[in-house]
């Protein structure tokens, strides 16, 4: 793994055409603008966390009709 | 093709209804290959079985009946990918979480997508704050029934 340090308004490049953009950083966050083609998916890494955990859960689901109380 | 599946016993799959997903599902990476069941009792609701591990199945829903105004852009790489030539081609699913207890619930986050030419798909991923992995069904169905 690469670690690089950076100021605000500095930027990495990542090959030929993602730059990703230290915006500001403010105690513990850190605001990042990203520019990338529209091929590369950008996103919160824990987003897909709680898409895995989703799907791994809806596969343990109880087989059963949608309950009346929930179909009005 | 005869195959076992979780809910509904050994059940015969045309080859021409196989769904290929050829990265799996996040999570459930190790699955490549799903049909899609129902019958009468299950519907609406339809069930995602994996061919690749009979006891994996996932509960989906067509998302317009529960979130009529439920829209989202496929992102271009996801549309080369499944190789989509016109939005009627496309097939919308969304994942639901059956709990033991508890309500049962929606991600509106992570649709599936289907071409139905092709018969491939993948789940992609939207960043909008808007949808939720994990909404209520019961929150969004008084909706429905106002909107229809």
């Known amino acids: 793994m690469l670690v690089l340090t950076r100021k605000s308004n500095e930027c990495i490049l990542v090959g030929d055409n993602i730059k990703v953009t230290v915006i500001g950083i403010e105690g513990d966050r850190v605001k990042l603008g990203i520019e990338a083609p529209q091929n590369i998916r950008v996103i919160r890494e824990e987003l897909l966390m709680e898409i895995e955990n989703e799907n791994r859960m809806a596969a343990r689901s109880e087989y059963r009709p949608l309950p009346r109380g929930e179909e009005r | ?14 080859d021409n209804k196989v769904l290929f997903f050829e990265n799996g599902l996040p999570g459930l990476e190790d699955n490549k290959r799903f049909a899609l069941l129902s019958n009468e009792e299950s519907r609406p609701i339809n069930w995602f079985q994996s061919l690749d591990h009979w006891e994996i199945a996932l509960p989906v829903i067509d998302p317009f009946l529960v979130c009529p ?8 790489a996801d549309v080369d990918a499944l190789e989509i030539k016109q939005v009627e081609d496309v097939y919308v699913l969304n994942v639901l ?3 033991r207890n508890g309500g049962i619930t929606i991600n509106l986050a992570a649709p599936i997508v289907i071409n139905v ?5 993948k789940q992609i991923i939207l960043d909008d704050k808007k949808y939720s992995v994990r909404m209520p069904i019961s ?3 008084p909706n429905a029934a106002e909107g229809g």
């Not at chain 2, 105004?69 to 271009?76: E, K, N, T, V």
């Not at chain 2, 030419?117 to 798909?121: E, Q, S, T, W």
Request: net charge negative; aromatic share 10%; proline share 6%.
């Open chain 2, 69 to 76: 105004d439920y829209a989202f852009d496929i992102p271009q």
């Open chain 2, 139 to 141: 929150e969004l169905l």
């Open chain 2, 1 to 14: 093709m005869r195959i076992a599946t979780a809910h509904f016993g050994e059940v015969e799959i045309d």
């Open chain 2, 117 to 121: 030419k092709n018969n491939r798909g």
């Open chain 2, 97 to 99: 979480v059956i709990p």
